[in-house]
């Protein structure tokens, strides 16, 4: 994922706002929060919540920002959108920036 995002680029459009941020933000919460190593923090997006990459799965979890214990806890994030992979949230990402921009 590293070498992809950081070969090719990264942006808001590509589901990975900043790369270094997502790295730092990841391994504070391992840290202060005991997030599960398995868990990728993908991009915070605020009051809006975060994304996160199931690495064990593949999975992409956008969740509200009052989950982050559910999912530290290891326990189902009912509320969540879910995304079959890294692709299909890039897609996803990729398709509502474009929208924004539409006159």
């Known amino acids: 994922m590293r070498w992809l995002l950081g070969s090719h680029g990264y942006s808001d459009g590509c589901g990975v706002a900043n790369l ?3 790295v730092a ?3 504070a919460c391992r ?3 005991s997030l599960p190593a398995h868990w990728l923090i993908l991009n915070d997006r605020g009051d809006a919540g975060a994304v996160l990459l199931d690495m064990a ?6 969740y ?3 989950d982050i214990q559910t999912v530290v806890a290891g326990e189902p994030v009912p509320a969540a959108d879910w995304f079959n992979g890294y692709a299909e949230w890039a897609v996803h990402c990729a ?6 921009q539409l006159p």
């Open 20 to 22: 270094d941020e997502a």
């Open 25 to 27: 933000q990841t391994l």
């Open 31 to 33: 840290r202060v929060m």
């Open 57 to 62: 799965s593949g999975s992409v979890c956008w």
């Open 64 to 66: 509200d920002e009052h």
């Open 95 to 100: 398709c509502s920036d474009e929208a924004d």
